[in-house]
């Protein structure tokens, strides 16, 4: 019987490492992005988290108000303050959850349209509040104030489609069978001298591009966000990115870290073969 020859572990061991990238990949655009329920829980949990709700107050406040300095000065924290209270409530909770939907058609549609943020509901509770908590001087101040109906939240062209990217969600069985194939042939056709050395060697190349896999992640970010004009609003993006990535991140995180066990277990497995070999002479 033939066996595998050391160039042929490297090249195919590259192989198998790029279909289970592929594989991770595919699994999570079918099971995460290309499933509207989960998409839409992973969104309304950002969304609704203090910090991405203190960026969509910010950015109400900030477009309120972007033509009246002196007012945002003025009274621009209290407002935050206020808005980002009322958008911690239950009402703003299934306001986010209509919003989610819109935000996964946006990303998933061929011709996405837009998602626009419904601000009519917190308005109408913001005067009165802010009523009751500001100073006389502030009271006539607020005259000038006037909250948007809607705040653009994703701007079709701000953020970029992933309907091609339907093409691939059938993909990850046929690159996991493809990879588990790959790596069992090079073990059962490696010498049995070699067995063990060229496990470790198709363990250690998946393991780099499991790493390379993570790195990518992190820094795909800034250039879907890039442009979003809105400081605020890139902090929405961001939170919602990464609320997304996660899953996909782990599941890569695990690609790195398995290998790394089947090496070090390899390593530790020689040693005490030696150690035993060793004590096996002596005595």
Avoid at 86 to 113: C, M, W
């Amino acid at each position: 019987m033939k066996k595998i020859t050391n160039a042929k572990v490297y090249w195919f061991s590259i192989l198998a490492a790029v279909l289970l990238i592929i594989s991770g990949f595919s699994y999570w655009l079918s099971g995460t992005i290309f499933n509207e329920t989960v998409f839409v829980n992973e969104t309304v949990a950002v969304m609704t988290s203090q910090e991405t709700t203190q960026s969509i107050s910010a950015a109400i406040v900030d477009k309120s108000l972007e033509n009246n300095p002196v007012v945002k000065n003025l009274l621009g924290d209290k407002l935050k303050s206020v808005l980002g209270g009322l958008l911690n409530t239950d009402t703003f909770a299934e306001v986010v959850g209509g919003v989610s939907s819109r935000i996964y058609l946006q990303i998933t549609s061929e011709h996405p349209k837009g998602v626009v943020l419904n601000t009519l509901g917190v308005k109408s509770l913001v005067n009165p509040i802010l009523t009751v908590v500001a100073t006389p001087e502030q009271k006539l101040k607020l005259e000038k104030l006037s909250i948007p109906d809607e705040i653009v939240l994703v701007d079709p062209n701000s953020v970029p489609t992933i309907y091609p990217l339907t093409n691939w969600l059938w993909i990850w069985p046929f690159a996991l069978v493809g990879a588990l194939a790959l790596i069992g042939y090079m073990i059962y056709f490696s010498d049995k001298s070699l067995r063990l050395v060229n496990t470790q060697k198709i363990a250690g190349v998946i393991a780099i591009f499991a790493f390379l896999a993570t790195a990518l992640i992190p820094s795909i970010e800034p250039q879907i966000i890039k442009n979003i004009e809105s400081y605020n609003l890139r902090v929405v993006a961001s939170n919602i990115y990464e609320g997304l990535s996660a899953p996909l991140f782990n599941l890569y995180l695990w690609l790195l870290i398995l290998p790394l066990i089947v090496i070090v277990g390899i390593f530790g497995y020689q040693l005490y073969s030696k150690w035993t070999s060793r004590r096996q002479k002596n005595n």
